[in-house]
């Protein structure tokens, strides 16, 4: 799979830390993601509708998201480019389904720990949103500037991780504490 991003067709970068209050040696976000249970990604975000999680024909993991971001709903298939206990890289050509009707998206998901000091560590998770040719063409179609479109995505996608981050960040480390999902946040 291609990344398709360079500046003349991003749509939208996000970028949101929040604190994780664990050892960076007990945390992997690799296992919390590729196992996240469908409920568990329900609490992180009140547009989250629904994950599960698959796999491609060759055997590398997908993650199964589907959302809201703006007026958009999302179906992303995030295969893992990457997948690692400090860093995963997942990249989905995802279906944007709006009032004036269907595309398609690329997008970039980065979620990283770093060390902070030895009980602490800092999740940062990272979006990129990029256009498709099947983007150019719809929003050619509907007379849409890609000013315009890269606008609402960014002023969406920003929302949307500044509400996410700090519940996976945290969900992150219950997992990292406790081995289970389901703590109250």
């Not at 999680?53 to 480019?81: C, K, R, W």
């Not at 709006?98 to 979006?127: F, H, M």
């Not at 179609?141 to 890269?150: D, N, Q, R, Y």
Request: glycine residues 2%; hydrophobic residues 40%.
């Amino acid at each position: 799979m291609e990344i398709l991003q360079t500046p003349e067709n991003a749509l939208s970068q996000s970028e949101v830390t929040a604190i994780i209050n664990a050892p960076i040696e007990k945390v992997n976000i690799a296992d919390w993601l590729l196992n996240l249970p469908d409920a568990e990604y329900q609490r992180c975000s009140t547009k989250h509708i629904g994950a599960a999680i698959s796999s491609t024909f060759d055997g590398q993991p997908v993650s199964l998201n589907v959302e809201t971001i703006g007026d958009a709903l999302m179906v992303q298939h995030y295969v893992a480019l990457v997948h690692q206990p400090d860093y995963c890289r997942m990249l989905s050509i995802s279906d944007a389904i709006s009032p004036a009707g269907r595309t398609k998206v690329q997008v970039l998901w980065e979620l990283r720990a770093k060390r902070i000091d030895d009980n602490t560590c800092e999740y940062i998770n990272t979006i990129h949103a990029t256009a498709t040719p099947e983007f150019f063409e719809f929003i050619n179609e509907h007379h849409v500037s890609l000013e315009k479109a890269h606008a609402a995505r960014q002023l969406a996608s920003e929302e949307h991780n500044r509400e996410e981050t700090p519940l996976f960040a945290k969900s992150i480390e219950n997992k990292a504490l406790t081995g289970k999902y389901n703590q109250p946040f």
